[in-house]
């Protein structure tokens, strides 16, 4: 995780699998910035 | 729990409609873009007996278990139906083929001029297929008159959309062109299409509710909307109504209603709700209904362009249930305090802290773990269709996440969740039609496996993508655990 301090981070995640909220939660807990999260819905 | 209400039975339909995919949202912004794409997606079609012998629809209906269903080797839109003869009716309802649906939508108009009006060649042959149909018969309140010519005027202008049968056309659905609704957009000719088609739809659910339950119209006290569909015009786009539009072609006089709303989570929302009502003793029996999302057929048509396949997302769905008092007999729908699961706002950005609210507290209010539950119902979207679009197995990804959530309780071992999820699990069958496969899709076989002595409990886990609507970033779940009243052997 020491690999994302200090970038910028886009997240894309997915609903029914991991939701973009759960990614931003572990690259802020790394150090990172999150420039971009979307959550997409296929269904 | 004896003063829990019960899940009494059921309805669900499928309505295969090819002609109207190109009126979902998908293959209406692609032809926008492209019209020559109308001859490809018009050459991918399925013929009603295809529709038909499709083992997922099978399954819908009842005539497969979702565990049979899994047996079966894909591709099964290029198989032959496990079924000898592949039959259109099932125990929980019917595949319904364009011209019934045709023939009910034009009995859905309430407006003079109608907003539907077919061909005079159509409507004499519809109105015969209505009335002879020994379910849907009732819904032929009206003479079905042919209407004017001119049709084709119509749909170059742009005022209204045509219902095609392959090249021949069966009539037309309008805008509300008359002064009071002309230039607003929530009275379109599309969107009257969607709202109509929800109506209509969830009238054809709601009369195979009635007929399974042998129950008369006039015997149902509330009705409960739980589709996706925005109705209203231009002052209350979303205001409803649904429910008792539903109701009044179905002649369900004593009844009143209202419509749910929570995305495709709106069914557990609504049975709940309805579980709720019979249970403060409000009412004695509650409908609740969903017909289908026009928006959504056609949703993956591209990426089956693009594989050479046919397009599967090619019907709406359509449900029904009949919540009641405990009979004593019927499946059990625990209403017991903090027994319904919901994802509230301050856990919804951590998907253990959501599982954990859905699963493990409710069971805890109960005093049981996720071993005393035989089956685990989340969403249930067709794996095929799904794969193929690039989306992955929506189902099994959701039984991951309910065996990670077991793990993480300390009831299996991490090595254990194949296992576990093989017990808890089953493919998933329903179409990818928003609200219809959110869960309850399962609520068929539960029943009948519970009325079987096959089956002890099964929980439901419905989830909704509020974020979709730009107002939060959220999604919701929500839910419940259904219970039989046999003993086992």
Same mark, same amino acid.
């Given at each position: 995780?020491?690999?994302?301090?200090?970038?910028?981070?886009?997240?894309?995640?997915?609903?029914?699998?991991?939701?973009?909220?759960?990614?931003?939660?572990?690259?802020?807990?790394?150090?990172?910035?999150?420039?971009?999260?979307?959550?997409?819905?296929?269904? | 729990?004896?003063?829990?209400?019960?899940?009494? @039975?059921?309805?669900?339909?499928?309505?295969?409609?090819?002609?109207?995919?190109?009126?979902?949202?998908?293959?209406?912004?692609?032809?926008?873009?492209?019209?020559?794409?109308?001859?490809?997606?018009?050459?991918?079609?399925?013929?009603?007996?295809?529709?038909?012998?499709?083992? !997922?629809?099978?399954?819908?209906?009842?005539?497969?278990?979702?565990?049979?269903?899994?047996?079966?080797?894909?591709?099964?839109?290029?198989?032959?139906?496990?079924?000898?003869?592949?039959?259109?009716?099932?125990?929980?309802?019917?595949?319904?083929?364009?011209?019934?649906?045709?023939?009910?939508?034009?009995?859905?108009?309430?407006?003079?001029?109608? $907003?539907?009006?077919?061909?005079?060649?159509?409507?004499?042959?519809?109105?015969?297929?209505?009335?002879?149909?020994?379910?849907?018969?009732?819904?032929?309140? %009206?003479?079905?008159?042919?209407?004017?010519?001119?049709?084709?005027?119509?749909?170059?202008?742009?005022?209204?959309?045509?219902?095609?049968?392959?090249?021949? $056309?069966?009539?037309?659905?309008?805008?509300?062109?008359?002064?009071?609704?002309?230039?607003?957009?929530?009275?379109?000719?599309?969107?009257?299409?969607?709202?109509?088609?929800?109506?209509?739809?969830?009238?054809?659910?709601? *009369?195979?509710? $009635?007929?399974?339950?042998?129950?008369?119209?006039?015997?149902?006290?509330?009705?409960?909307?739980?589709?996706?569909?925005?109705?209203?015009?231009?002052?209350?786009?979303?205001?409803?109504?649904?429910?008792?539009? #539903?109701?009044?072609?179905?002649?369900?006089?004593?009844?009143?209603?209202?419509?749910?709303?929570? /995305?495709?989570?709106? !069914?557990? %929302?609504?049975?709940?709700?309805?579980?709720?009502? #019979?249970?403060?003793?409000?009412?004695?029996?509650?409908?609740?209904? =969903?017909?289908?999302?026009?928006?959504? $057929?056609?949703?993956?048509?591209? =990426?089956?362009?693009?594989?050479?396949?046919?397009?599967?997302?090619?019907?709406?769905?359509?449900?029904?249930?009949?919540?009641?008092? @405990?009979?004593?007999?019927?499946?059990?729908? *625990?209403?017991?305090?903090?027994?319904?699961?919901?994802?509230?706002?301050?856990?919804?950005?951590?998907?253990?802290?959501?599982?954990?609210?859905? #699963?493990?507290?409710?069971?805890?209010?109960?005093?049981?773990?996720?071993?005393?539950?035989?089956?685990?119902?989340?969403?249930?979207?067709?794996?095929?269709?799904?794969? /193929?679009?690039?989306?992955?197995?929506?189902?099994?990804? @959701?039984?991951?996440?309910?065996?990670?959530?077991?793990?993480?309780?300390?009831?299996?071992?991490?090595?254990?969740?194949?296992?576990?999820?093989?017990?808890?699990?089953?493919?998933?069958?329903? !179409?990818?039609?928003?609200?219809? !496969?959110?869960?309850?899709?399962?609520?068929?076989?539960?029943?009948?496996?519970?009325?079987?002595?096959?089956?002890?409990?099964?929980?439901?886990?419905?989830?909704?993508?509020?974020?979709?609507? *730009?107002?939060?970033?959220?999604?919701?779940?929500?839910?419940?655990?259904?219970?039989?009243?046999?003993?086992?052997?």
């Amino acid at each position: 995780m020491r690999i994302l301090k200090g970038h910028k981070v886009a997240i894309f995640g997915e609903r029914d699998d991991v939701a973009g909220s759960a990614v931003r939660n572990c690259v802020l807990a790394a150090g990172a910035e999150v420039v971009y999260e979307t959550t997409s819905c296929f269904v | 729990m004896t003063d829990n209400p019960v899940i009494r @039975n059921c309805a669900f339909c499928l309505v295969h409609t090819p002609d109207l995919v190109r009126f979902g949202s998908k293959p209406r912004r692609e032809l926008e873009a492209e019209p020559s794409l109308a001859d490809r997606l018009e050459g991918a079609l399925r013929s009603y007996a295809a529709a038909v012998a499709y083992p !997922p629809n099978q399954t819908f209906i009842g005539n497969l278990s979702p565990l049979q269903l899994g047996q079966i080797p894909k591709p099964w839109f290029a198989g032959q139906s496990p079924r000898n003869s592949a039959e259109a009716s099932g125990p929980f309802g019917e595949i319904i083929n364009q011209d019934l649906f045709y023939a009910a939508l034009r009995q859905a108009n309430v407006l003079q001029p109608p $907003l539907v009006a077919l061909t005079t060649e159509a409507a004499q042959k519809l109105a015969k297929l209505l009335a002879a149909h020994p379910v849907f018969g009732p819904l032929a309140q %009206s003479a079905m008159a042919a209407d004017p010519a001119g049709f084709q005027q119509e749909i170059d202008a742009g005022k209204a959309l045509p219902l095609r049968t392959g090249g021949t $056309l069966q009539g037309l659905v309008r805008g509300d062109n008359r002064s009071e609704g002309a230039g607003d957009i929530n009275l379109d000719p599309h969107t009257l299409l969607e709202a109509l088609t929800a109506k209509t739809t969830g009238a054809l659910a709601l *009369r195979w509710l $009635l007929h399974r339950e042998q129950m008369q119209p006039d015997q149902v006290d509330y009705i409960i909307s739980c589709g996706e569909e925005a109705t209203g015009d231009r002052y209350q786009r979303g205001g409803g109504g649904v429910a008792k539009a #539903i109701g009044e072609m179905c002649g369900c006089v004593n009844a009143s209603g209202m419509d749910v709303k929570n /995305f495709c989570a709106a !069914p557990a %929302s609504a049975l709940v709700t309805a579980g709720a009502l #019979i249970k403060a003793g409000l009412y004695e029996r509650v409908a609740v209904v =969903a017909g289908g999302s026009l928006a959504k $057929l056609g949703m993956k048509s591209m =990426a089956f362009l693009r594989e050479g396949m046919p397009i599967l997302d090619d019907s709406l769905g359509c449900i029904a249930f009949l919540v009641t008092r @405990n009979d004593g007999a019927s499946p059990v729908l *625990r209403l017991d305090r903090g027994a319904v699961g919901k994802a509230s706002i301050g856990a919804s950005t951590s998907d253990q802290a959501i599982y954990e609210q859905l #699963i493990l507290k409710p069971l805890r209010a109960l005093g049981l773990t996720m071993a005393d539950v035989d089956r685990f119902a989340p969403e249930l979207h067709n794996p095929e269709i799904m794969e /193929f679009s690039g989306s992955g197995d929506v189902a099994h990804k @959701n039984y991951r996440m309910i065996a990670a959530t077991a793990v993480l309780a300390g009831e299996i071992d991490k090595a254990g969740m194949r296992a576990f999820t093989e017990r808890i699990g089953m493919t998933g069958f329903a !179409p990818t039609q928003g609200h219809i !496969p959110s869960g309850v899709p399962y609520v068929g076989h539960a029943l009948a496996a519970m009325q079987a002595g096959e089956l002890s409990r099964a929980m439901f886990l419905c989830k909704a993508s509020l974020f979709l609507n *730009r107002l939060t970033s959220l999604f919701d779940g929500v839910s419940f655990l259904l219970e039989s009243q046999k003993r086992q052997p």
